[in-house]
C-alpha cells in the first residue's frame, strides 16, 4: 500500500514536472516570434514612414523650385537667338496629325526617334518626338526634341523645349545642365556657368555638369575656379572625354599666375 502510494505520488510529481518542459518551449517560440514580428512590423513602418518622407520633401522641393523658376523668369525673359532653320522648321510641321497614344506606344515612338536622333536622322528624329509630344507630353520627350533642336541650331525652339521639360519635371537637372549646354554651344560661358550652378545646386555629382563648368570658368580665364571643377568632375568620373588633357591645361595656368617666372 505504501509503495502504491509513493507511486502515485512520484506519477504527480511527474505528471505536475512533465508539462514545464513543453511549456518553456513553446514560451522561447513566442517570445522569438513576438520580437520577429516586432522587428518586422518595425521594419516596414520605418520603410513606409521614410517613403512618405521622401515624397514629402520631393513635393516640397518641386513647389520650391517652382516658385524660383516663376522668380527667375519674371526678370530674366526667355533667350531669343535669331531665325531657326527655316527648312527644318517646314519639314517639322509636316508630322502626323495626333492620335490617341498608349503608354506602350507612346514609349515606343519615344525609343524609335531616340534610335532616329542617335543615327544622326535629326529632322525625322524631331517629327517623330512631335507626333508624341501632341498627345502625351514629357519631360523626357521635350528634353529629347530640345537637344535634336540644339543639333539643327535651333536655339529657340531647343530653349522652348527646354524650358517645359523644367516646367514638367522641376527638380531634375537634365533640363537646366540642357539650358547651360546650348549656352556653352553658343559660347556664351558667363551665361553657362549660371545654369551650370543652378544644376549642381540640384545634382552636386553630376560630373559632366561639373566639367563643363570648369571648361568655362577656364575659357572665361578664371582658372583656380577651373581647376577646382576640373579636379572635382575628374574624381566624379575619371573617364571623362579628354578630361585629364584639360586638368594638365589648368595646372598649368594656375602654376604660371601664381609663378610667372
Keep these: 500500500m505504501a509503495l502504491l502510494a509513493a507511486a502515485g505520488v512520484g506519477g504527480l510529481a511527474v505528471h505536475q514536472q512533465t508539462p514545464l518542459v513543453p511549456d518553456g518551449a513553446r514560451l522561447a517560440v513566442l517570445s522569438g516570434a513576438s520580437v520577429a514580428t516586432s522587428w518586422w512590423l518595425l521594419s516596414f513602418w520605418s520603410g513606409v514612414f521614410r517613403r512618405l518622407r521622401y515624397g514629402l520633401d520631393r513635393r516640397r522641393a518641386r513647389k520650391k523650385r517652382r516658385k524660383d523658376l516663376m522668380a527667375e523668369r519674371a526678370y530674366m525673359p526667355t533667350p531669343t537667338f535669331g531665325s531657326s532653320d527655316d527648312e527644318a522648321t517646314v519639314l517639322m510641321t509636316q508630322a502626323d ?3 490617341r497614344l498608349g503608354a506602350g ?3 515606343a515612338l519615344l525609343d524609335e526617334a531616340d534610335e532616329l536622333a542617335a543615327a544622326g536622322q535629326h529632322i525625322e528624329a524631331r517629327s517623330t518626338y512631335t507626333r508624341v509630344l501632341r498627345v502625351r507630353p514629357s519631360a523626357r520627350a521635350h528634353l529629347a526634341r ?3 533642336h540644339l543639333d539643327l541650331g535651333d536655339f529657340d525652339d531647343a530653349m522652348a523645349d527646354f524650358m517645359a521639360a523644367e516646367d ?4 531634375n ?3 537646366v545642365i540642357a539650358k547651360a549646354d546650348l549656352f556653352f554651344a553658343r559660347k556664351e560661358y558667363v551665361r ?3 545654369r551650370y550652378d543652378v544644376a549642381l545646386g540640384l545634382d552636386p555629382a553630376h560630373a559632366m555638369a561639373r566639367f563643363r563648368r570648369g571648361l568655362c570658368h577656364f575659357y572665361e580665364r578664371q582658372d583656380v575656379q ?4 576640373l579636379e572635382r568632375a575628374k574624381r566624379l568620373d575619371p573617364d571623362i572625354p579628354a578630361i585629364d588633357k584639360q586638368l594638365a591645361l589648368a595646372r598649368r595656368r594656375v ?3 601664381r609663378d610667372p617666372r
Aim: aromatic share 0%; proline share 15%.
Design 192 to 194: 553657362a556657368i549660371d
Design 97 to 99: 496629325m495626333p492620335v
Design 168 to 171: 514638367l519635371d522641376p527638380v
Design 173 to 175: 537637372p537634365e533640363p
Design 226 to 229: 577651373a581647376l577646382r571643377d
Design 146 to 148: 530640345g537637344r535634336v
Design 255 to 257: 602654376q604660371l599666375a
Design 105 to 107: 506606344k507612346a514609349r
